[in-house]
């Protein structure tokens, strides 16, 4: 079964750049898409960025475009989500989540095997 388990989470200042990296185990990633979702809190948990299984596709929320990247390194396992030019707005826990090979549909609900998710704070 696939276990997926995110880090790279921290405090960062408005402006400052970190990145997340989602790591799997107990199966290989290559057949899986993966989603990034955040969820602040009194929120409704929303999709960030996707990237399909092969890479050749990925799905970005308006929110961030322009200020995040999504890559994959199938031979790692492991997805990371690189973030430029944080807001306050982007404090949240993040979460990674499989989907079948495509994002379509990016939707929290699609996604089956979820990460316990890593707390981002951006203050300053």
């Known amino acids: 079964q696939l276990k997926l388990v995110e880090s790279g989470g921290g405090l960062v200042q408005p402006g400052g750049s970190l990145r997340l990296s989602c790591e799997a185990s107990g199966a290989t990633l290559k057949e899986h898409a993966i989603g990034w979702f955040r969820q602040a809190p009194g929120k409704e948990r929303e999709g960030v960025k996707c990237?399909?299984?092969?890479?050749?596709?990925?799905m970005t929320a308006d929110a961030v475009e322009g200020r995040f990247t999504i890559s994959r390194d199938n031979d790692k396992n492991t997805v990371y989500l690189q973030m430029y030019d944080r807001n306050l707005e982007d404090s949240a826990v993040y979460y990674c989540?499989?989907?079948?090979?495509?994002?379509?549909?990016?939707?929290?609900?699609?996604?089956?095997?979820w990460g316990r998710g890593t707390q981002v704070t951006v203050s300053s």
């Open positions: 989540a499989s989907h079948p090979f495509f994002c379509s549909p990016f939707q929290a609900i699609s996604f089956g095997f």
């Open positions: 990237i399909s299984s092969s890479g050749g596709e990925t």
